[in-house]
């Protein structure tokens, strides 16, 4: 009976109104050229241009407060510090991890100011990284504030209750995974990385559960893809293109639930906030209507203070504890990819199974199939020389279905509690690999 009396005309009309709100920015899709993208990041696209080169020093303070801070955390330990939710998530951290911080601040004093070795602040390697941590302050500050309009609000319950029924046997997942699936596919792979973070760290994911969401419903963008098809030169194939991408995305995404080390993972929620969810919808209740109560009962209890103190946490967190890391492991992986021979040597074993499927010129894009575990733009550069059509159909889209990239989401899968280190993400890395190869020759053999 208690259940009920959230059902009523104001939190209705909150719910409805607040999801639209957040709906509107994070999954209506909104032509832009000849592809999409949503108003979110158009908002993330005018903060930087706002903010232009200071953008660089803004991200070169909080790379070095990030470093300062935590050193003075590791040594002193303050009660400044340790005493404030805030300053403890953004400077308590491991001796792994303070190093990595150290790293980056390093790192960033290299490229921003100018100094250092070439291999450290080429365009190729720590330029970029830079660029990216810039392009990934505009999506925090973009993004913080807006997201409790799409998880706070009860459209992820709504949805979660409807989608339940083909998402649960589908993908091992619950029915509010599809609104992450949804963000990636029009807006960008690493704010929905970041959704699924927080919504495990709010007890709505088990473990296993948001490291799968992580490493299969995080795809690349459309108008990414539409980049990477101009790219290699295959623009003009690009409805087949992104066709393939889709449905090899979703094959691996039904395989990959149901081997390791996916399927070994603990299927159990964080300690700190147990079980948050229930869809399972009472024998005596509709779908509609059980979906319609819990969005209200969610819609109740948000308001602007939690808006705030929220996104404010988010903020906090990715500033000065996350992009520090992405900007130190980044650089490292794109340094070896682009300054060493190491994926050349690995990657033979590549050439013969490309070869065993017919793919021309095999052993020649063999270093491609693996070095997008660094980064999802390299793979596409080494292929502008090759001359079959074909075999930059089947590598473009092979790169976009990997998913799993250090610089872009595997930074902040690592740094996040999901018991995923980087082996298992190279190991689910290789195993999208190998499953999506022949899928995506076969469907270029028939489509081509």
Known sequence: MQQNTSVNTKNLLKFILCSAFGILMFLVPIPQGESFTTLLDFLKTGLKNLLGGGLNYILLVLLIVSAVGSLIDYF???????????????????????????????????????????????????????????????????????????????????????????????????????????????????????????????????????GYIMTNFSLVSIPFCLMIANTVGISNLFPMFYLCICVTGIVLAVVIARIPPIRTMPDTYREKTGKQINEDVPQEKGILSYAIELSCQKAEKFNARSVLSGGFEVVVGMFFDLIPIVAAWGTIALVIATYTPVFKWISYPMGLYLQLFGVEEAFAVAPATLIGFTDMFIPALLITGIESVKTKFIIGVLSLVQIIYLTEVGAIIIKSEIPLNLWKLFLIFMERTLIAIPIIVLFANIML
Not at 105 to 131: K, N, Q, Y
Request: charged letters at 15%; a positive charge; aromatic letters at 12%.
């Open 76 to 210: 002193a330990k303050p009660d400044v510090i340790r005493n404030n939710h805030y300053l403890k998530r953004a400077f308590s951290t491991t001796p792994f991890y303070l190093v990595s911080k150290i790293l980056g601040a390093v790192f960033g004093c290299m490229v921003i100011l100018g100094f250092g070795p070439e291999f450290i602040t080429s365009i190729d390697t720590g330029a970029t990284m830079m660029d990216l941590c810039n392009t990934l302050i505009c999506i925090v500050l973009a993004f913080s504030f807006i997201m409790p309009f799409l998880t706070d609000c009860g459209i992820m319950e709504f949805l979660g209750v409807l989608a339940k029924p083909v998402v649960r046997p589908l993908f091992h997942v619950p029915g509010r995974a599809s609104v992450d699936l949804i963000a990636s596919w029009f807006g960008a792979s690493n704010a929905a990385v970041i959704l699924t973070r927080e919504q495990y760290m709010r007890g709505f994911y088990t473990k296993r559960e948001a």
